[in-house]
């Protein structure tokens, strides 16, 4: 008896604090495509096989599951594919220096993504990608975005692997004994509404479409050692697994069927993701939903995720197949609009630019939850807007351009392995400088090469350094300016891609950033070299390579 009674108030207590059960909403057999973006395996920082993956999304009730273990795009993509039942595609998450970026569709890259986040979003565009700001509200700064400048194309409003990370120890520790019992609400229960995500989703929404993702980020573990990302894999626990992540959240492609042809379905998935027909569900709170979001005018008409270009009047209409408790809120331009309680919201709005989406709230014991049950992309209506680029004033810059003599005068830079020359070489209109290098060495010598340059005339802040390059090969140049010090003394530095085609550029240099901390304006009298470098960051160690520098010029 004395061993039963603790057992007793042990499940009293559980049962007391086991959060409500998910709802249940009845839909068609054939239901809509649900799915999960952002996994991880054993080839990064998770802890299961891709077919463990397949095998807990088939559990969960999914159709396809977009694994994106981290790298930096060097390695070719497994094909679509489908494994228990569930479509496999491949993705990747690259580390860059202002967060973590998810792409999806993209190949193999010829050299390593990494560096400035504005580089990577602009080498996945380039070769035919999708970029998703993984975890950008996540309360780590090395794991939070930072650049809101950079044109990625969409963002995670939620996080599975983040939200929780800001939750007081006795909601982990509650979470944690209710986890074994109902495992999907017990991780919802940590989530809260990201404010601060979605409310700068909505604002970049205003100058350009931005899908919003719920992201799983399953790893089905949490390191003990360390909570960053990758995890340190000296310690951990394998909690939450990937079916409980896959059971708490997901995503739903609006409009769309599976064929069953894997290469054919991935490129549904991927389109319906470009497109912005997808919306999101917290299915934690409950399963099965769905969210239907148009809009008409006149005789045309748009889904989530499309422009509307308005003739008169237009009527909005969201409906679900949510509990008749259901919350409906019409937001627009980010702010709420209008709220009703049922399934169905139906609104008339006038022609005006404006960007309106939906969110669906359910009751629950003790209040609402902090966190909507589903959220639509956008419908946008109006025109797009004008481009905020800053137009040429059409009148030239003074340059004061170097002579072949200075240029002559390059020096080498490199790292002890490494191997570099500079050449002047006659080209039909006139010279150029030929800089080959070859990297070489340990991944922890951060092998580099750079042909460095004296600046015969001093910078100013307004300064641009102008050039004309191309290389033999796709890779990206490393920019940079320095003023001398300890060690390598201070450098700033703007990244620039370069393959056969000749280009012309124009590196600006408010527009570099400091390769440690110190500021542009409290050294800029002091700056007298000029570097041209390649590095570990963009190039495969071993690579060998050679680019073509022509029309040199600092111009003020």
Known sequence: MRRIVPLVIAAGVIYFLLPPSARVVSVPSSGPVRGVIHAHTLRSDGTGTVDDVARAAARAGLSFVIVTDHGDGTRAPDPPEYRSGVLYIDAVEISTDDGHVVAVGLPETPYPLGGEARDVVDDIHRLGGWAVAAHPGSPRPNLAWRDWNVP???VEWVNGDSEWRDESAWSLVRALLTYPFRPAESLVSLLDRPDPVISRWDQLATSRPVVALAAADAHARVGLTSLGEPYDSRASIPLP????????????????SLSGDAAGDARTVENALRAGHVYSTIDGLAVRGQLEFTGMSGD????????????????????????????????RDGRAERTVQGTVLEEVVPADPAIYRVEVSLAAPGGAPRVPWMISNPIYVGAAPASTGVLPSGRPTPATTFSLEQLGATRIERSGASEAATTITRALDGRELLFRYALGGKASDHPYAAAVIALPVPVQRESQIRFSARADRPMRLSVQVRSPGPGDGDRWRRSIYLDETPRDFSVVLTDMRAVASARLDDRLATIDSLLFVVDDEHTRMGNGGRVWLRNLAIAK
């Open 300 to 331: 045309r008409g748009a889904r989530m995720g499309d422009r509307l270009a308005a003739t008169g009047p237009v009527t909005l209409r969201a409906s679900t197949s949510g509990p008749g408790d259901a919350t409906m809120t019409l937001f």
């Open 241 to 256: 697994s990937y079916a409980a992540v896959f059971s708490a959240m997901s995503i739903t492609l609006e409009g769309v």
């Open 152 to 154: 990625v194309d969409a």
